[in-house]
């Protein structure tokens, strides 16, 4: 249970508890580099009702530092990247002698990236080392690099786990010699509702989501590679546990005496293994046992299955063996019991049985996916909102204040290439293959004005010009191998035909801090049969930024002096004239405000004093 106390069944004098119990405390602390001080977080008191909320690598850093806050409560608000950190440079969280990490760790959704732990040897590695009757959930890490060379108990997320993991997912690759698995190392507790997508090497133990079982570990899976000497599993190596409604896809590689399966490599006295399948190559062993489910058993399998044609095994010790089309076949499970309503979903014919706790596919439990009906990998959450772009209906408005007609997102393929249209059809992005070098989310936001009832006007000075369509392209400032193409569509029947002509399209300049025109930007006007008149701007982009349709204001409309449009000749006017003052692009000084010269110069200074002191325009 979250907050209490390590609770040893360890009968001794009072005296010699507190004599273990105080020298547990300081190798702890001297191990962890901690000195007696609450951590410095972002916010909270670590209470159940207000956890210390975590936002930077320092703060998570913190944690592993402070013995005395392994008992509280932490939530994440952020996503964080530990890049900062290498070899052995994070203090990773608990220790492997008590006191352990008791408390609760919420990861909120959010993901911590790149966390790189590189020890020569060492027992319990991982984010954390020892969970024992705490909590790790709603957490995911991406690009995890642990590599201990020959130790044990070794994890991307925990090094051993005697408490309760739920929500959770690893990524990257994890080393070690004794139970090595993607997310645990060993599991006396709990897992649920977790995945491992990461490279997982070892010698004894090793399993593509946990090392050893000895708890249960229930609706997960695994989808990476194993390479090992002993017990090897696509999901667990070795199993004295439950494991049940799990499922593994990753190829596993034995050496020459192990116990290999693509599931479990050895299921041993009293584990059991249900409703679970395997999908993934397994070969390496000469003389040892070899399963497309399970290598050696000692217990219990039922109701469990492997895919004789794409693991390249025909026997297995437990489990039953089908062809591919079998195993995309619902019938193959749902006759013997699998439920297909709460727990399983398929694609028949086109997809083994997935959990539903995973809906959209994309290997990202729904509880922490910001998408859970989208296929949406890459989790992009431009305008952090916890609403991943996908399925955001302003993906750059935390406040979703924007217009859902003219607002979108796509997941691009580098190798494909790919179309951005907004639901109204007003704006087109075409990406040609390999004009992104990964894959990316692409997202249109179309910005609304404060005032829904006013004009929504832009520009380097008040009353510029007239926004008729604001767009803001994510990722900001992001650069193309060769130019895309954008197409923005504005119906202009309420202009006149000189309105019509000056209708623009702008970019927002960070240098300039201010609209430009875009000089390239074809455009045509059409009329439809109707008498609708629709002007069509292309564009070849070779970078994002904020693109705006603009109807300029037409100068000649202005009296002398007042740069603005705002109907008096104010410090606002002389504010735009000194801004501008050498500037070949001014808006200062187009005829024949103030002079009509073309030119930026005292005469310009001269009329604006002029009129000034007349404090009225004439």
């Given amino acids: 249970m979250p907050g209490c106390i390590n609770r040893r069944q360890i009968k001794m004098e009072k005296t010699n508890l507190k004599i273990r119990w105080a020298i547990s405390v300081v190798l702890a602390s001297v191990l962890s580099g901690s000195v007696w001080a609450t951590g410095t977080y972002n916010g909270g008191n670590g209470s159940e009702g207000s956890p210390f909320e975590i936002n930077t690598p320092a703060q998570m850093d913190e944690i592993g530092q402070h013995v005395e806050d392994w008992s509280s409560y932490f939530i994440l608000t952020a996503d964080i990247d530990l890049s900062g950190y290498t070899g052995t440079e994070f203090h990773i969280i608990g220790s492997n002698v008590s006191p352990f990490f008791t408390g609760s760790f919420d990861g909120n959704g959010h993901t911590i990236s790149n966390f790189t732990y590189t020890p020569t040897g060492g027992q319990f590695i991982g984010l954390f080392r020892f969970v024992d009757g705490g909590e790790i959930k709603n957490l995911g890490l991406i690009n995890t690099d642990v590599d201990t060379g020959g130790g044990g108990n070794v994890g991307g997320l925990m090094g051993r786990n005697s408490g309760t993991i739920s929500n959770c997912y690893a990524s990257g690759s994890v080393t070690g010699d004794l139970n090595v698995g993607g997310l645990v190392g060993g599991n006396g507790g709990a897992v649920s509702n977790c995945y491992a997508a990461g490279s997982v090497t070892g010698r004894h133990n090793v399993g593509g989501l946990v090392g050893h079982n000895y708890g249960a570990v229930s609706n997960c899976y695994a989808t990476g590679k194993v390479m090992e000497t002993g017990a090897g599993g696509g999901l667990v190596g070795m199993n004295a546990g439950t494991v049940s409604n799990c499922y593994a896809t990753g190829s596993v590689t034995g050496g020459p005496g192990g116990d290999i399966g693509g599931l479990v490599g050895m299921n041993f006295s009293y584990g059991t293994v249900s409703n679970c399948y395997a999908t993934g190559s397994v070969s390496g062993t000469t003389y040892g046992n070899a399963g497309g489910l399970v290598g050696t058993n000692y217990s219990t399998v039922t109701v469990s299955f492997w895919d004789i044609d794409t693991s390249g095994q025909t026997t297995s010790n437990g489990g039953t063996g089908k062809t591919t089309a079998k195993m995309q076949t619902q019938s193959t499970f749902t006759d013997h019991g699998w439920d297909f309503v709460n727990i399983w979903g398929i694609d028949e014919g086109l997809s083994y049985p997935y959990l ?18 989208v296929y949406n990998p890459g989790r992009s959450d431009i305008d952090e909102d916890g609403a991943g772009d996908l399925c955001d209906i302003c993906p750059a408005d935390a406040n979703d204040e924007c217009d859902p007609n003219g607002s979108t997102a796509e997941e691009i393929d580098p190798n494909e290439g790919g179309t951005i249209e907004t639901p109204d059809g007003d704006l087109v992005i075409e990406i040609a293959p390999n004009d992104v070098n990964e894959a990316v989310t692409i997202s249109v936001t179309k910005i609304l004005p404060e005032d829904p009832n006013a004009d929504l006007m832009i520009g380097p000075n008040p009353g510029w010009g007239l926004a008729v369509a604001v767009y803001d392209l994510q990722p900001d400032g992001m ?24 209708l623009g399209v702008y970019l927002w300049d960070d240098i300039l801090e201010k609209f430009v025109l875009v000089e390239t930007a074809d455009c045509n006007i059409v009329e439809d049969p109707c008498g609708t008149f629709i002007k069509t701007c292309t564009v070849e982009l070779d970078h994002f930024s904020i693109y705006a349709v603009v109807l300029p204001m037409e100068w000649d409309t202005l009296a002398d002096g007042d740069l603005t449009g705002e109907g008096a000749i104010d410090i606002q006017d002389l504010r735009v004239m000194a801004r501008d003052w050498l500037d070949v692009e001014s808006i200062a000084d187009i005829a024949p405000a103030p002079d009509g010269d073309n030119m930026v110069n005292f005469v310009d200074f001269g009329i604006m004093a002029l009129h000034w002191h007349e404090g009225t325009i004439n």
Avoid: M, Q, W, Y
């Fill in 356 to 373: 539903l706790l995973d809906s959209d596919g994309d290997r990202i439990p729904d509880d922490i996916d910001n998408c859970p009906e």
């Fill in 479 to 502: 650069v193309f191998n060769e130019p895309v193409t954008l197409t923005i569509t504005a119906d202009v029947t309420e202009l006149n035909e000189n309105e019509r002509e000056r």
